[in-house]
């Protein structure tokens, strides 16, 4: 009896098998190239996730906070003014005979700055006098008729009396007497017409020496707005025809307050101030009066400041626009550090014992944890969603805030009390910041200047 020994299949035969009995499965060559490209997937998601852990890793900028003087200012911009300017014009009409100053001399108070023409106001000075010596004669034409008129009065009742009341008659009596108090009336008419006259008089005389035009003070000439044989007339509103200031070497400065800064600027407080005509130079003046009445210039109100200014080289002139800074606070060596600081916030949430930036890569880990295939899934550099700009912290109190600053490579959270504030430096009233801390000011990496943004004072 012969046995058939069973031989073992080639691994062909069996694919071939396979094949056929499968009849739509894959060949051994497809398997292996799928195993080859799930293989070089992984290793590059590997890479992939190990590069964006290490480019998550933020750069911070810092600044040393450090000590020094502060100064808080207000800016505001206005005119130069004298101290004591006087528009002079005339209440007479008629046509200037003589200018005799021109602009920017001195003039002494009382001396000539121009004359009219007075040939009618003499005139009419003559007529007045004319008029009261007439008025005077009448006074004594009416004083001798009243004397007159006394005497015969006094002579008819001595008559009367010596004819035991038989002679004159009685009506002529009573017509002496009436003839009597006429005269009387008449004096007064006339001594009342003197008076009037006198007074006609000196007003032709008092517009005499108006037409003479002098300096009411000590000063300059700032302008001249008239010329010889000008005719001028008065009205309700007198002409100018000179403006006059009385000491250049003392001036003010007028320039109008914001209304969000006039709370802070107050009587005797310094400023400084610069004009066009001196680029480069610093004048010093003092604030004199701040005042309560607003101004509506184009929707924007502001309040009249007026800063007394010593000028004894007669540099500043009348009119110059200056650009004043007012020093309203200033603390010296104060600690300071920058705004930026306070608005610095970063986009972990930290826990306050400087290892903040460790929680924060495994917060991120954790949020892009999951399945092996989600980590493969293609992502943004950095390793994590971007979050949205952190919003600034509530403050304790009305000036408590917190910076942030650098130790060991990571941020460490320090409370602070902030004082005033230049817009640039703020002052750290308290708090357990030191002089030359680095307090983060910013950070280079996509987490850090996510955030980096927040607010500050």
Do not use: C, H
Not at 206 to 216: E, Q, V
Not at 404 to 431: F, N, Q
């Amino acid at each position: 009896m012969t046995m058939n020994t069973p031989t073992n299949p080639s691994v062909e035969e069996v694919l071939k098998k396979k094949t056929s009995v499968g009849g739509k499965g894959r060949s051994w060559k497809g398997w292996l190239s799928a195993l080859v490209l799930l293989a070089v997937a992984g290793v590059a998601g590997w890479y992939y996730l190990n590069s964006s852990s290490t480019s998550a890793q933020p750069t911070y900028q810092t600044q040393a906070a450090k000590r020094g003087n502060l100064s808080v200012t207000v800016t505001a911009t206005g005119n130069l003014q004298p101290l004591n300017q006087v528009d002079i014009g005339t209440e007479l009409s008629g046509t200037v005979d003589a200018v005799l100053v021109d602009t920017n001399d001195q003039v002494k108070k009382g001396q000539e700055l121009a004359r009219l023409n007075t040939t009618q106001l003499n005139d009419t000075i003559t007529r007045m006098k004319a008029s009261l010596a007439s008025t005077e004669a009448r006074v004594k034409q009416s004083a001798a008729t009243v004397k007159e008129a006394s005497t015969n009065l006094n002579r008819l009742r001595q008559l009367n009396k010596a004819s035991g009341g038989k002679l004159p008659a009685k009506a002529e009596l009573d017509s002496a007497v009436a003839t009597l108090e006429r005269a009387q009336a008449d004096e007064a008419v006339s001594k009342t017409s003197v008076v009037s006259a006198k007074a006609e008089l000196r007003s032709a005389e008092t517009n005499l020496g108006k037409a003479i035009i002098t300096s009411p003070i000590d000063g300059v000439v700032l302008a001249r707005s008239v010329e010889p044989g000008q005719t001028v007339a008065s009205s309700l509103s007198a002409p100018t025809l000179f403006t006059l200031a009385e000491d250049l070497a003392k001036m003010e400065l007028e320039v109008g307050v914001d209304e969000a800064d006039v709370g802070q600027v107050k009587q005797g407080q310094q400023a400084e101030f610069s004009v066009d005509a001196w680029p480069g130079r610093k004048y010093p003046a003092t604030i004199t009066r701040v005042s309560l009445g607003s101004t509506l210039s184009d929707n924007v109100v502001s309040y009249l400041t007026t800063l007394a200014v010593e000028n004894a080289d007669l540099t500043l002139r009348p009119g110059m626009t200056a650009t004043a800074t007012i020093s309203t606070d200033s603390r010296e060596d104060a600690l300071l550090v920058p705004n930026t600081a306070l608005r610095f916030k970063p986009a972990f949430g930290g826990n306050g014992g400087g290892n903040g930036a460790g929680n924060g890569a495994s917060s991120g880990n954790n949020q892009a944890g999951g399945s092996f295939l989600s980590k493969l899934m293609p992502r943004p550099p950095g390793g994590r969603q971007r979050t949205q700009p952190s919003r600034p912290e509530a403050s304790v109190g009305n000036s408590e805030q917190r910076v942030w600053v650098l130790e060991e490579g990571r941020p460490r959270p320090v409370s602070v009390k902030t004082g005033i504030t230049d817009g640039k430096m703020t002052e750290i009233v308290s708090g357990d910041l030191k002089p030359d801390m680095q307090v983060i000011i910013g950070s280079s990496s996509a987490a850090g200047a996510a955030g980096n943004v927040g607010a500050g004072r």
